[in-house]
């Protein structure tokens, strides 16, 4: 058997993986040996062309091997050395050159994005020694633009939620429920990443569930209960310590906010009921036994006070038409409200009643 034939059976027996690798290694050997000599090429030819300037020569071997690829170590290591003794006598002043040039660059680059992509391509084909010059340099400028880019991210994030607060300001919070529960199923609906489908039911934050069903957001236990047939996904744990971070100050914000509208709203609403019902006595349209209706309209009643509007509206409607009608009027309001003068409209205490005037 010939010996191509035997290496071929050997290659079959060893598995086409190992051909395969054995051919990537020698495919990589061929290509760093072709651009040894290409590079070496270079160096004889500008060195010829510029046998009596030497710095001419250089600057025209840099700029013909500038974008030849240099794909892996070997090669990269190769050329650069080959790029330091192109004249032996200037090796050490081109490799200050190297640095110095290079901190010039980074000097004239405004920003430290611009910096750090700089360094990353110009690292890409530099030897290992001028990497370790500038690798406090590059991981300086790569922990500066993370940070940055995490506050742009934090910026951007705010300012999402901002909007989507706003968007739930049509939704009635309870204000008979304290603040923190509130808050607690927002940033609950935030963390599960649901608060843009929020509503709000009897004054609860909630969403509807997959099957239609109003779910409270204190019940929910997992987002598969709102979108069953959905690939939805909760925000990730990078994304979770943002909210946790940046979330609570505005959700609360938000419902203190939202809080205080409503109950100033119920205070007016109930400034303007005890209003009403205070023109309702003085109308006299109601009965003495349904007097006590419109007392429970207020929300600090003044009974003796109300009484007096009452017996008003009584000589108002024309009920009461003299001081023996008035006399009756007052005692017979004071037997039936008794109860809400804490005794101190009891019979024989006619001081109490003395400073009452009506006109009629």
Request: negative net charge; hydrophobic residues 35%.
């Amino acid at each position: 058997m010939n010996t191509d034939k035997l290496s071929k059976l050997q290659q079959i027996a060893s598995g086409s993986q190992y051909a395969t690798a054995s051919s990537y290694d020698n495919s990589e050997k061929i290509n760093n040996e072709f651009l040894k000599q290409k590079i070496k090429a270079i160096v004889n030819s500008t060195k010829a062309m510029y046998k009596n300037n030497t710095f001419r020569g250089f600057e025209s071997f840099q700029e013909q091997t500038k974008n030849i690829p240099l794909v892996n170590d070997e090669i990269k290591e190769w050329y650069w050395n080959t790029y330091l003794n192109y004249d032996e006598s200037s090796k050490d002043k081109v490799k200050e050159n190297l640095i110095s040039n290079t901190e010039v660059d980074l000097e004239s680059l405004d920003t430290a994005v611009k910096k750090e992509h700089y360094l990353r391509d110009k690292v890409s084909r530099w030897p290992k020694w001028l990497v370790e010059e500038f690798k406090d340099d590059l991981q300086n400028f790569s922990t500066k633009n993370a940070h940055s880019n995490l506050n742009k991210a934090k910026l951007l994030y705010q300012d999402d939620l901002s909007k989507r607060l706003f968007e739930l300001n049509d939704q009635d919070l309870d204000p008979d429920v304290g603040e923190s529960v509130h808050i607690t199923d927002m940033l609950k609906l935030e963390k599960m990443n649901l608060l843009d489908v929020a509503k709000s039911f009897n004054g609860r934050l909630g969403v509807m569930g997959s099957n239609k069903e109003f779910i409270l957001a204190n019940d929910l236990k997992d987002i598969s209960e709102v979108y069953k047939n959905r690939n939805a996904q909760t925000p990730s744990i990078e994304e979770q310590l943002v909210i946790d971070e940046l979330a609570p100050d505005f959700i609360s914000n938000h419902v203190k906010a939202k809080l205080l509208n409503q109950r100033e709203k119920i205070n007016l609403d109930n400034k303007v009921t005890e209003a009403l019902a205070a023109n309702i006595l003085e109308s006299g349209s109601l009965s003495r036994d349904k007097w006590k209706e419109a007392f429970s309209l207020f929300d600090k009643p003044d009974y003796e006070q109300l009484i007096q509007r009452a017996i008003v509206g009584e000589i108002n409607a024309g009920k009461v038409y003299s001081d023996e009608e008035l006399v009756k009027t007052i005692w017979s309001s004071i037997n039936e409200y008794k109860d809400y003068f804490n005794n101190t409209l009891d019979e024989g205490n006619n001081n109490a009643t003395n400073s009452w005037k009506f006109n009629y």
